[in-house]
């Protein structure tokens, strides 16, 4: 299927979260690095937005510059980041603490790194809980068995004093999600959660994280590179490369019609799920250029297959297809051009 989160609730509206033209800039000893280059995106209540690219692109960079956690002495922020009538950008480091956690949460890649090895899972859920909500010992007790069993562990009163190594893959990400989701917040970063899990552990995450955006009215910003995933799970995706934005849309529209070179690259190098697949995959030829001194023009240019004249300079112009799609291209019907390109499709047996 395609795009099954489209018939979410609650996806209209005011936004939870808005990012307005978010810079995010590292000082190294090589020169300044932009990792994140004018992003703008809105999330709402129980919506599952994706942000898709290669590595490098400035997916996680964003997911943590959202929860302040890409702070320190040389990193430059700019742009907005609105969340509760608030921007997060301005807040002071205390202000983002109390954020964090309470209204505000991530899950990591990998959850083994992230939770304390020495303590038992239980013991770490019970003290977020008691941190942000301020319940008693007994009553923090309580809130982990809920937690843990709301995200699909069994036995969850027993788990409580099991410790992380305890756990296999699959369980230690669960017990992430419910970490994660222990005081209740109303946004939830997912960065790469599936990335070291077999397929099908994944469908139970992916599934699980989609019960929470429906029943909590929790948004989600999905950070993947897998775009298998997203097409089947996420409202919209916004596609990421060199650290600026090629293409947003609704994910069903997205990925059966890509818009983007880019884009259309990136859904021609993996196998589909559903509908004709392509006789052969297509890889991206190339590497994508340092951030430290990108190309001028189009930053794909280099590796892309309708490249012209015009893409070398200035920057491409942001164009929209008359409906809720947004691409960043000098040609104004990119499709046409590629479509000569595609290669043959063939009947799914």
């Known amino acids: 299927m395609y795009g099954a989160g489209a018939g979410r609730p609650g996806v209209n509206g005011e936004p939870l979260l808005s990012v307005q033209n978010l810079t995010v800039d590292f000082a190294t000893r090589h020169g300044r690095l932009r990792a994140v280059d004018g992003l703008s995106l809105d999330i709402h209540p129980g919506e599952i937005v994706a942000l898709v690219g290669e590595s490098?692109?400035?997916?996680?960079?964003?997911?943590?510059?959202?929860?302040?956690?890409?702070?320190?002495?040389?990193?430059?922020?700019?742009?907005?980041?609105?969340f509760g009538g608030r921007?997060?950008?301005?807040?002071?480091?205390?202000?983002?603490?109390?954020?964090?956690?309470?209204?505000?949460?991530?899950?990591f890649q990998d959850p083994?790194?992230?939770?304390?090895?020495?303590?038992?899972?239980?013991?770490?859920?019970?003290?977020s809980v008691r941190f942000h909500l301020g319940v008693s010992r007994a009553g923090a007790d309580e809130r982990a068995v809920?937690?843990?069993?709301?995200?699909?562990?069994?036995h969850p009163r027993a788990a409580l004093h099991a410790y992380p190594h305890e756990f296999s893959?699959?369980?230690?990400?669960?017990?992430?999600?419910?970490?994660?989701?222990?005081?209740?917040?109303?946004?939830?970063?997912?960065?790469?959660?599936?990335?070291?899990?077999?397929v099908t552990i994944q469908a139970q995450i992916i599934a699980l994280i989609e019960r929470l955006a429906r029943e909590q009215s929790l948004g989600v910003l999905f950070v993947s590179h897998d775009?298998?995933?997203?097409?089947?799970?996420?409202d919209r995706s916004v596609v990421m490369y060199a650290a600026s934005v090629m293409e947003r849309g609704p994910s069903a529209d997205l990925f059966e019609r890509p818009l983007h070179p880019y884009t259309w690259s990136l859904t021609r190098a993996v196998p589909r799920t559903t509908g004709p697949r392509l006789a052969r995959l297509q890889a991206i030829e190339g590497a994508p250029p340092s951030l430290i001194a990108?190309?001028?023009?189009?930053?794909?240019?280099?590796?892309?297959?309708?490249?012209?004249?015009?893409?070398?300079?200035?920057?491409?112009?942001?164009?929209?297809?008359?409906?809720?799609?947004?691409?960043?291209?000098?040609?104004?019907?990119?499709?046409?051009?590629?479509?000569?390109?595609?290669?043959?499709?063939?009947?799914?047996?």
Not at 113 to 122: A, D, E, F, K, Y
Not at 317 to 345: I, M, N, Y
Request: net charge neutral; hydrophobic share 40%.
């Open 294 to 349: 990108p190309p001028s023009g189009c930053r794909f240019r280099t590796r892309c297959p309708v490249a012209f004249e015009r893409c070398v300079e200035p920057p491409p112009e942001r164009r929209r297809d008359g409906g809720d799609r947004v691409f960043l291209c000098w040609h104004e019907e990119p499709e046409a051009h590629l479509a000569a390109l595609a290669p043959k499709v063939a009947a799914r047996a």
């Open 56 to 82: 490098g692109s400035g997916k996680t960079v964003t997911g943590l510059t959202m929860l302040g956690l890409s702070r320190g002495p040389n990193v430059t922020i700019g742009g907005q980041i609105l």
């Open 146 to 154: 809920e937690l843990l069993n709301d995200v699909g562990i069994p």
């Open 227 to 234: 775009l298998a995933v997203v097409e089947d799970t996420t």
């Open 112 to 127: 083994l790194s992230s939770l304390n090895p020495v303590r038992t899972i239980g013991s770490q859920i019970a003290h």
């Open 87 to 107: 921007d997060l950008v301005g807040l002071s480091d205390e202000e983002l603490r109390k954020l964090r956690g309470n209204e505000l949460a991530m899950i």
């Open 169 to 198: 893959g699959g369980m230690r990400q669960r017990a992430m999600i419910a970490l994660a989701l222990a005081a209740g917040p109303k946004l939830l970063v997912a960065d790469e959660p599936t990335t070291a899990l077999d």
